[in-house]
């Protein structure tokens, strides 16, 4: 059993569908296949816009809806002779207006609750399941369409639910029987009283692996719009290479970091049964890719990757009054635990005069609203001062097992940037010291990533960061 995940980057249109469906047509015929797609390109995007406008009470999101009918109905129309297009058509048409009930009530309460946005989203990947699984059908392939909400069975933390494993597994397994390629719906699932959740963006990666591992598959292959993992993103780095092979830990630590090519929960439940990924590319199938499994891998460069992640802030508590007083980061901690904020980094000098916690952008209200109750004594006697908050900021990251042991390595890296005249604002190394991370402002970022892929990835090669 092999499990092949399509990305939306491979159900762009009906030419990349025709494409993708000719290597799931291939590979079934020489092995038993379950098949996991994503939405349609940018359609989770759309539905998610569509749901925000209604929420204003503004009916212009029926925009939004028709631009993705419209995205459907066109593959349709050049996938599928006259005579096919009835039963595809009759089935997508019942999820428009089911999806517009949905959008009309929102726009009615001037509401959208996680919980309804999940709803809305899980219309992407159930309308491109239909389209593929009819299409496999006219192609003499036999393909049974299977909604995910069925098998994945989660907890209500709506737009990024924990998965229980024990339950999900056991229903998934009855899937390894069928006679039929199942087309599976990726990033969905549902709770135990059937209530739809997701396992948050780019989460159909996460998908294939749950099956793969649920079905105890050889492998589980992600294919995507590039050759593989590559040393940068390629959006950034022009000299970016492909990574022929990455441990579980390295994949986990550069998807982490924002290496989107693939969500970090991938690797859990593929670790777990020793599965390996693969990570290919839908137009380009003869290249073997990236193989990740469970081994340690060595590269001839000091580092393994970079990575980086956007829409960054950063707040700096600072205080003469926090010297030497225990507590103030157990209390910084569980207030903004309290307001479920994802500190993505931390650092804090020895001398305790100032504390730097680093989070998404989006989450700077919560953290500053939470703090200032928090610690309203202490900025009231002056013992905190006020905290400084700074955005536009992003993370970097560089990866690699190498790096453990290795000394000069942060040395060789903000030397690099330092020259380059890029200031740093914060830094930590975990202390598995397969990564160093750092913040540094939004406009250096791709200066950045093209200096230190040069300083570490080039053999001194003079490589120039892409043009756009
Ligand atoms: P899909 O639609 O197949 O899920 P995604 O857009 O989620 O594809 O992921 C693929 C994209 O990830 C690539 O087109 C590339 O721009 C981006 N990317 C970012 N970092 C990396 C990296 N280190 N290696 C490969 N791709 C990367
Ligand atoms: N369609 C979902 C998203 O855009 C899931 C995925 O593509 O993996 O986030
Ligand atoms: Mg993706």
């Not at 993705?68 to 019942?94: C, D, G, M, W, Y």
């Not at 105890?216 to 950034?236: K, L, Q, Y």
């Not at 590319?281 to 890719?289: A, I, M």
Request: charged content about 25%.
């Amino acid at each position: 059993m092999r499990v092949e995940k399509f990305g939306g980057s491979s159900l762009a249109d009906s030419e990349r569908i025709k494409n993708i469906s000719s290597i799931i047509l291939n590979s079934s015929k020489k092995e038993k296949i379950a098949v996991i797609l994503s939405a349609m390109k940018g359609v989770t995007d759309s539905l998610i816009r569509a749901a925000q406008i209604a929420e204003e009470g503004n009916s212009e999101y029926t925009e939004d809806i028709e631009n993705i009918r419209e995205k459907h109905l066109k593959a349709v129309r050049s996938l599928f002779a006259p005579k096919n297009q009835t039963t595809v058509i009759t089935h997508l048409q019942l999820m428009f207006n089911e999806l517009e009930d949905i959008l009309h009530g929102v726009e009615l309460v001037r509401e959208c609750s996680k919980r309804t946005m999940d709803l809305v989203m899980s219309f992407g990947e159930r309308m491109s399941c239909t389209l593929v699984t009819e299409y496999l059908n006219t192609r003499g392939c036999s393909a049974k369409f299977i909604d995910a909400r069925n098998y994945i069975k989660t907890d209500n933390r709506y737009g990024s639910a924990v998965v229980d494993f024990a339950k999900s597994y056991a229903l998934i397994k009855n899937i390894g029987s069928l006679k039929a390629v199942p087309i599976i719906t990726g990033f969905i699932a549902s709770t135990e009283n059937g209530i739809t959740t997701t396992l948050g963006r780019n989460g159909s990666d996460y998908t294939a692996s749950i099956f793969g591992a649920a079905l105890e598959a050889e492998c589980i292959e992600i294919w995507t719009d590039v050759d593989g993992v590559m040393s940068a993103d390629p959006r950034f780095v022009r000299n970016a290479f492909v990574i022929p092979e990455l441990s579980y830990q390295e994949a986990m630590e550069l998807s982490y970091f924002g290496a989107e090519v693939l969500h970090p929960y991938t690797m859990i439940p593929a670790i777990e049964k020793g599965i390996p990924i693969r990570i290919k590319n839908s137009l380009n199938p003869s290249n073997p890719g990236t193989l990740i499994l469970n081994k340690l891998i060595s590269h001839p460069y000091p580092i393994t990757g970079i990575a980086s992640i956007d829409s960054i802030a950063l707040l700096n508590i600072e205080g003469g009054g926090m010297i030497g007083i225990p507590g103030i980061a157990a209390r910084i901690f569980h207030a903004l635990a309290k307001e479920a904020v994802n500190i993505m980094m931390i650092s804090q000098a020895s001398s305790e005069h100032s504390i730097c916690l680093v989070f998404h952008e989006t989450e700077s209200k919560a953290v500053v609203n939470s703090l200032h109750r928090e610690l309203a004594l202490e900025l009231e006697t002056k013992r905190v001062e006020n905290f400084e908050l700074k955005k536009d900021l992003v993370m970097i990251a560089i990866i690699g097992e190498n790096m453990r042991g290795t000394p000069g390595i942060s040395g060789k890296l903000f030397s690099a940037l330092g020259r380059e005249e890029i200031n740093v604002f914060a830094i930590a190394q975990g202390s598995s010291e397969r990564n160093i991370s750092f913040i540094i402002s939004k406009k250096d970022e791709k200066h950045a990533l093209g200096t230190i892929h040069r300083a570490f990835l080039e053999n001194g090669t003079d490589s120039e960061t892409t043009g756009n």
